[in-house]
């Protein structure tokens, strides 16, 4: 069987009003891949994801992200199907436990103020499990550990059962053994539920689990392996 492109884009430039960012940018990224976007600062990857995200429009060329246009018709119903942890993730301040927080994760579903289903309540019982967090469940997020924190906010995208896994910089405040086990995680998540992760760093090294890899650099995207 095909493999199936799950976000493509042909001949996409992009950026903001004048200043195009991206430049005749055209990749695909095939469903259950395991992606890893590094280069430096202001090489278009932040750019990208917004992109992926409905946040941005090409200025010229195409993007397709789970069969359609990410700006386009389906909103709140298209946002879930992506989970997506931005960087720069933290505890937060909000006295709330691991469990509240990984359930916030559901509020696009539900709608503030309305309470979590028994099955809602496994579905986050579930997304812990798969982070490794069910046993810190009842701690406060403002006390955890930045691994911890990182795993939380995993946990978090993917309690609705997204197909796309988007993470900016996941492991910039981790040491090098919670990058490999953070990345570990993802990969494993990837293989039991055949979602489709796409990891955005600088470090190239933290990168060593992706299948495929994509330097942006200058605007131009080039496939590593």
Request: aromatic residues 6%; contains cysteine.
């Amino acid at each position: 069987m095909a493999a199936v492109g799950i976000i493509e884009t042909k001949d996409l430039f992009a950026g903001y009003g004048k200043n195009i960012v991206l430049k005749d940018v055209s990749l695909t990224i095939n469903a259950g891949s395991l992606a890893g976007i590094y280069g430096p600062n202001g090489a278009g990857k932040s750019t990208f994801v917004k992109l992926c995200l409905g946040m941005l429009r090409p200025a010229l060329g195409s993007i397709s992200v789970l069969g359609g246009n990410p700006w386009g018709t389906g909103g709140r119903k298209f946002r879930l199907r992506i989970g997506y942890v931005p960087q720069g993730t933290s505890g937060g301040n909000l006295p709330l436990t691991v469990r509240d927080s990984v359930g916030m994760g559901l509020y696009g579903k539900l709608g503030f103020f309305r309470f979590l289903s028994g099955q809602d309540r496994r579905s986050v019982e579930r997304a812990m499990e798969a982070c490794g967090i069910s046993r810190l469940a009842g701690n406060l997020v403002h006390e955890l550990s930045g691994g911890q924190a990182q795993r939380a906010a995993i946990a978090r995208a993917l309690v609705t059962d997204a197909e796309i896994l988007l993470l900016d910089e996941p492991t910039s405040s981790l040491d090098t053994d919670g990058r490999m086990d953070l990345l570990r995680i993802i990969r494993e998540r990837r293989e039991y539920s055949h979602i489709t992760a796409l990891i955005v760093s600088h470090d190239e090294a933290a990168l060593g689990e992706c299948g495929v890899m994509y330097r942006f650099n200058e605007g131009r995207v080039t496939k590593i392996a």
